[in-house]
């Protein structure tokens, strides 16, 4: 068990539809991470938060969003949802975001029919 | 522009050999380096990291090598077991979030 918490687990769900996947880091850890693994490919960098700011942007689309709260855990919202958006999304942890590793989730896979 | 690559898709050794996983990244500014192993329907595991001060670091069974000049790092298993049948992530930092190389899938035979 690595401390990071994913819910829910699976989420079906229709195109155009928004959902909201949640991450409750690792206690202590004040960055937090949201990847897309798509088809047993590599993870893809979305985007970070550190205490609450967002730090770092990857390859996050402008339908996805985040936030981190004041008690650190975060959110993911994915809206007007398509067919290719189905994925593992992850959520990983970490105390600094410098030299470190970060903690992973057991992710939420999401199904988009 | 993928920065972090695994050129091999898979891999398979006997019990007991030695796995070697290779990966080779472009960026030289990445000065911290990791491998995650990942289980189906499970999140990637954190195994063992390196930094660009050194060229070795060994944790039991597991040691990672680091070339700078070639941009290559290497992570060997010795001996590899039937457990450590996965797929592995080569990762890299540079004071933000861990780019990932694209996994290598490890069979170890019994």
């Known amino acids: 068990d690595s401390g990071v918490t994913q819910t829910p687990k699976h989420l079906i769900t229709a195109t155009g539809q928004r959902v909201t996947l949640r991450c409750s880091p690792r206690?202590?850890?004040?960055?937090v991470y949201w990847y897309q693994q798509s088809l047993d490919q590599g993870l893809q960098f979305l985007i970070q938060?550190?205490?609450?700011?967002?730090?770092a942007k990857g390859n996050i689309l402008e339908r996805f969003s985040a936030q981190q709260f004041p008690d650190l855990h975060s959110e993911l919202n994915l809206s007007s949802l398509e067919l290719g958006d189905s994925a593992l999304y992850f959520c990983?942890?970490?105390?600094?975001?410098?030299?470190?590793?970060?903690?992973f989730g057991q992710g939420t896979r999401l199904t988009v029919v | 522009d993928q920065q972090v690559k695994q050129n091999s898709p898979s891999l398979s050794v006997q019990e007991g050999r030695i796995s070697i996983l290779n990966c080779d990244y472009t960026?030289?500014?990445?000065?911290?380096f990791l491998w995650y192993k990942k289980y189906p329907a499970e999140g990637p595991t954190f195994l063992i990291s390196?930094?660009?001060?050194?060229d070795k670091n060994e944790d039991g069974r597991f040691t990672v090598f680091l070339n700078k000049s070639a941009k290559h790092l290497s992570l060997h298993i010795v001996p590899s077991q039937p457990g450590d049948s996965a797929v592995y992530f080569c990762?890299?930092?540079?004071?933000?979030?861990?780019?990932f190389g694209s996994g290598t899938r490890l069979q170890v035979q019994p």
């Open positions: 990983a942890s970490s105390v600094t975001t410098v030299n470190t590793e970060a903690f």
């Open positions: 206690s202590g850890d004040l960055s």
């Open positions: 938060y550190y205490n609450g700011e967002e730090r």
């Open positions: 990762a890299a930092n540079k004071g933000r979030a861990l780019t």
């Open positions: 390196i930094s660009s001060i050194k």
């Open positions: 960026n030289s500014m990445f000065d911290y």
